[in-house]
């Protein structure tokens, strides 16, 4: 079985705060994503990457940054975390041939 | 660019009851959709995939979805609603580019009552 996890299932951070969400997965899989969920916005991609030290923006990557040093790690950075990034953030992998992609339990991020 | 749209946020069934959960896509190609559930305070699971196959496709938990070309719609069925089909459902369809990328819908919440 894949199996995709995240650091942290719940993070209580502060404004201004560097944050750090890390995902690893299992199954040697070229593809990572982030995503952020929202109730009633469904997921939104932040940010992929489809090969070690290479990575695309998404739809929202703004005050989001990330690093892929090793294939089966992709770290999610908040350089400056603010209030309205407070949200469920999931981290997928996939094939690079696939559009299956497999899904993190998700963290919770709560910023005051 | 590819979107999907689903068409109830919320439903609510009686269990034993049948699911219709309904979902519209656009894109300008064949794409590939799926169907992802979420239960409370988990990870998103593929339910099933269709991709340029057969049109009817099955997926886990005896959950089934049509791919209607002409009404460019990709419904998610279900005969007989059971108290564990209580979650979120999204549609998804696949982009084109980098990454074998995906556009998920908003979702919709299945309520199933007894």
């Known amino acids: 079985d894949v199996k995709v996890t995240q650091s942290s299932r719940y993070l209580v951070k502060r404004t201004g705060e560097k944050v750090f969400l890390e995902c690893v997965q299992d199954?040697?899989?070229?593809?990572m994503f982030w995503y952020r969920q929202d109730p009633g916005l469904g997921l939104r991609l932040i940010y992929f990457s489809y090969d070690v030290k290479m990575k695309e923006k998404g739809d929202i990557p703004e005050g989001y940054s990330v690093s892929r040093e090793k294939k089966e790690r992709f770290s999610l950075i908040l350089e400056s975390a603010s209030t309205n990034q407070t949200s469920m953030y999931l981290c997928?992998?996939?094939?690079?041939?696939?559009?299956?992609?497999?899904f993190g339990p998700g963290t919770r991020l709560t910023v005051t | 660019a590819q979107s999907v749209t689903q068409l109830d946020s919320h439903v609510s069934v009686s269990e034993g009851t049948p699911v219709l959960l309904r979902c519209n896509y656009s894109?300008?190609?064949?794409?590939?959709l799926f169907w992802y559930v979420q239960h409370p305070n988990k990870g998103l699971q593929l339910l099933l995939k269709y991709t340029s196959a057969a049109t009817l496709v099955k997926g886990i938990n005896g959950f089934e979805a049509e791919f209607k070309k002409s009404e460019t719609s990709f419904h998610l069925t279900k005969p007989s609603a059971h108290m564990s089909d209580a979650a979120e459902y999204f549609c998804?369809?696949?982009?084109?580019?980098?990454?074998?990328?995906?556009?998920f819908g908003t979702g919709t919440r299945l309520q199933v009552t007894l």
């Open positions: 998804v369809v696949s982009r084109t580019g980098t990454a074998s990328k995906l556009t």
């Open positions: 997928a992998s996939g094939r690079s041939y696939s559009y299956e992609q497999y």
């Open positions: 894109s300008s190609y064949s794409p590939s």
């Open positions: 199954m040697d899989h070229e593809n």
